[in-house]
């Protein structure tokens, strides 16, 4: 028998995925590579040998380039998700940086400072894409995936308390700040370069 007459009580963590526009990765990654002494590892979670900054001129150009897909983040998330929290009225990004991933690199379950974070995937290699689709495990963690946790688990399962996804080129997640997640290492002898930021919200009455 199907039921009609429900209602779906959701919470938790609101996570947004897009595909921004190729134009977008393709400056990214040709700024990224005039960043190459910017090392930005003490400050960031990941056993990742290259993380370098970008610099406020970068800043700016990716915020003009992007707002779209924030505003949209928090129009969505106001008038959805959290209906009844405070409004925020400005975002300001305060950190910006590059990641190349190398094989048996990864980031541990960690969380972001700030209020609203974002992980942008410039380029992911086909390698990477064929020995996810090759691993064999029990586990959701396949090579290269990034996932969500947030939660505890139940002994049943009957709990959803995390999401993982395996990320291609020009996607963009946003999430809250302080969401736990991490990234799984991969074996391909390849590199896979992504961009993350923090931004600082100021929110309504604050």
Not at 88 to 103: A, F, P, R, T
Not at 141 to 152: D, E, L, S
Request: net charge neutral; aromatic share 14%; proline share 4%.
């Amino acid at each position: 028998m199907t039921y009609t007459n429900n209602e779906f009580l959701y919470w938790g963590p609101f996570v947004l995925k897009f595909e921004v526009d190729d134009y977008i990765t393709k400056e990214l990654l040709r700024r990224s590579d005039e960043i190459k002494t910017n090392d930005n590892r003490q400050k960031l979670a990941g056993h990742i040998d290259r993380e370098n900054f970008y610099t406020q001129k970068d800043i700016d150009w990716f915020v003009e380039h992007t707002s779209k897909y924030f505003n949209n983040y928090i129009q969505t998330k106001e008038t959805v998700w959290t209906t009844n929290s405070q409004k925020i009225e400005h975002m300001k990004l305060n950190s910006l940086w590059v990641n190349y991933m190398k094989k048996n690199e990864f980031n541990p379950p960690h969380t972001h400072s700030g209020d609203i974070s974002f992980v942008l995937y410039l380029n992911v290699p086909e390698q990477i894409k064929k020995e996810a689709l090759e691993f064999v495990s029990d586990g959701e963690g396949k090579p290269g995936a990034i996932q969500f946790i947030y939660g505890t688990q139940d002994r049943y399962g009957d709990y959803i308390c995390s999401h993982t996804r395996f990320p291609k080129t020009n996607e963009l997640y946003i999430f809250p700040a302080n969401l736990h997640h991490t990234v799984m290492p991969f074996r391909s002898d390849v590199e896979r370069v992504s961009v993350s930021g923090n931004f600082l919200c100021k929110r309504k009455d604050q």
